[in-house]
């Protein structure tokens, strides 16, 4: 029998330029540039063009790219009125999905395969993404979306599109940085089925639609939601322990911890641990902070586990007013950036992805006629 990966635990299915993590230091790079560095330096667009293009864009290129960014965000009055009759959804993830899936039948180059109409639509995709969601979380609360102001940064304008107003500082630049820290993270379940679906030639908003659907499960993007909602649950730091020690007694998993790669600190919780503190006593509500650091500290005393990216992110995205069940439209609204990336990656040195299981069901069964069975 052949050896059998359960999970492709460890597998190394192909070669990419665009993303490294070393999982035993705690490392990430995007093209060899560290993500604490990107995340305290650079900005979302910047991120963009830099796994777009494998290089960090001159200033012309980047200004050039915040401009196309900014006139691609608008989306079509046919995909608002299709927003507008879908029932609502058992999750937001699901209208996402559905709606990314629709923005192809609007697409005049959806299934153009040249390397130029996979990069506008790329474009388009990554422009795209904030305006559906934020228009679903307003259309929902019965509000009219709000059209993006080409003058706000990607990260502002999505906060504005979905709040109404537009962002302090300190809240945008933050916003920034989790945009920037969300972007991409190598072959991850969701890039993995985007590529996927990409190595088979398939167009790229089957590619992405395929990355959403992966993404939605709450081992990946959906493990954010959980975490604010076991911390809704608990309410109070001083019932954080029994809440916790309870889990663990029941073998559960505690969502925002662990994780395939890492076998210690996520460099991204480094930096949204800081993300959620600040902007937690900026906005009066330190307890979130403090209820997760308690979590944190039990977690790595008990179990030796560390926080992955949706455990400070989601105090952090609370405190910002973004609604709970909306933390995993936000990981797309930056990943899509990565899955591009990726797809483009993938369309460039094709080879479909196609691997093998080991049979272990039944062998030499005799065919019985339905009327014997
Ligand atoms: N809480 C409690 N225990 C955890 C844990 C968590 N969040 N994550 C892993 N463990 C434990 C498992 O129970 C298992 O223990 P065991 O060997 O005694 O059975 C061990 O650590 C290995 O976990 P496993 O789920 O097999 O590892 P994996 O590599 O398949 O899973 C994740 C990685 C991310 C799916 C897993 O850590 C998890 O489910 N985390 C919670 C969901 C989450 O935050 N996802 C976002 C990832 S960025």
Redesign the pocket.
């Known amino acids: 029998m052949a050896e059998v990966k359960v ?1 492709l ?1 460890d597998v190394v299915v192909a070669t990419s330029g665009i993303c490294s993590i070393d999982g035993a230091r705690g490392k990430l790079t995007y093209v060899g540039y560290d993500i604490g560095d990107l995340a305290a330096k650079s900005s979302f667009e910047e991120v963009v063009y830099l796994l777009w293009n494998g290089r960090l864009p001159k200033l012309a290129e980047l200004q050039e790219l915040r401009k196309e960014l900014a006139a691609n965000r608008g989306i079509s009055p046919e995909i608002v009125d299709l927003l507008k009759r879908l029932p609502p959804p058992q999750h937001p993830m699901e209208t996402l999905r559905t709606t990314v899936s629709a923005l192809s039948l609007y697409d005049p180059e959806a299934e153009d395969m040249t390397e130029e109409a996979n990069r506008r639509k790329a474009l388009r995709l990554t422009a795209q993404m904030g305006t559906l969601v934020a228009a679903f979380g307003r259309l929902r609360e019965g509000k009219e979306p709000i059209a993006p102001d080409p003058k706000l940064n990607h990260a502002s304008n999505f906060l504005y599109m979905l709040q109404g107003k537009v962002p302090g500082q300190a809240e945008a630049r933050w916003f920034d940085v989790a945009l920037v820290l969300h972007a991409d993270h190598s072959y991850n379940a969701s890039t993995f089925a985007a590529r996927v679906a990409a190595s088979t030639l398939s167009d790229m908003h089957s590619a992405v639609t395929a990355a959403i659907g992966t993404l939605k499960g ?3 993007g959906g ?1 954010n939601e959980q975490v604010m909602k076991m911390l809704l649950e608990i309410q109070t730091t001083d019932k954080v322990e029994p809440w916790v020690h309870q889990l ?1 007694a029941q ?1 559960k ?8 790669v890492y076998h210690t600190e996520d460099p991204r919780a480094t930096v949204l641990r800081k993300m959620s503190e600040d902007l937690g006593r900026r906005t009066g509500q330190p307890k979130w902070f403090e209820m997760s650091k308690k979590i944190e500290d039990l ?1 790595i005393r008990e ?1 030796k ?1 560390n926080a ?4 400070y992110s989601a105090s952090a995205y609370y405190v910002l007013g973004i609604p709970v069940d909306l933390f995993p439209l936000v990981f797309a609204v930056s990943r899509i950036s990565g899955w591009t990336a990726h797809i483009l990656e993938q369309y460039a040195s094709n080879k479909l992805i196609r691997p093998l299981a080991e049979y272990v069901g039944p062998t030499d069964q005799k065919y019985v006629p339905i009327e014997q069975r």
């Open positions: 999970g635990q709450p081992l990946h493990a663990l073998k998993k505690v969502m925002g911890f662990g994780h395939r977690m179990k586990i992955n990216v949706d455990f």
